[in-house]
């Protein structure tokens, strides 16, 4: 699977768009992108995945560059309660069963 | 219950002792997971279970023994373990449909601490 990277940590206001970028150059034609989320010492939590086009879902939105080799997640209107590291993960669908987890982006969510 | 569910949630052993921890889903998926999650370090995959058979041993100590009994429910056995082996402990499932894997819902994780 194709290696990731993130910026360690962000922050963003309350109420406002939070937009964590993800670069992913090596990404191969099959891969997909997946986004995770982690609040503190709690299982991580799936948001989205998309592999071209930009998909939407209750959570979250999904922006992936026309050439695929980095990708913006964005949390709307963020929250105190979107304070978490958010995972980046790019895997193939077909077969792979193995999620591999970097360091992430710290995004804490300021009043 | 709803999801993936973890018991204990908290667990304290010493070096000699033998605990197992459980997990149960009722997502109705095909594949279960382990993961540990040590402090400051990213999450890593231990074992993977599709269809109740083990397709995953990502060089696990042989101190760690995984069981899949059926589709609904995955356990770690746990004997003589180390002090670095104290991490959070992590289920996941997923639906695998032919070729495709689905995403993965986790569990809340078990907290172990060796002694």
Known sequence: DAKTTQPPSMDCAEGRAANLPCNHSTISGNEYVYWYRQIHSQGPQYIIHGLKNNETNEMASLIITEDRKSSTLILPHATLRDTAVYYCIVRVAMGAQKLVFGQGTRLTINP | ?115
Not at chain 2, 7 to 36: D, F, I
Not at chain 2, 75 to 95: K, R, V, W
């Open chain 2, 1 to 115: 219950e709803t999801g993936v569910t973890q018991t204990p949630r908290h667990l304290v052993m010493g070096m000699t002792n033998k605990k197992s921890l459980k997990c149960e889903q009722h997502l109705g998926h095909n594949a279960m997971y382990w993961y540990k999650q040590s402090a400051k370090k990213p999450l890593e995959l231990m074992f993977v279970y599709s269809l109740e058979e083990r397709v995953e041993n990502n060089s696990v100590p042989s101190r760690f023994s995984p069981e899949c009994p059926n589709s609904s429910h995955l356990f770690l056995h746990l004997h003589t373990l180390q002090p670095e082996d104290s991490a959070l402990y992590l289920c996941a499932s997923s639906q695998r449909t032919g070729v495709f894997t689905y995403e993965q819902y986790f569990g809340p994780g078990t907290r172990l601490t060796v002694t």
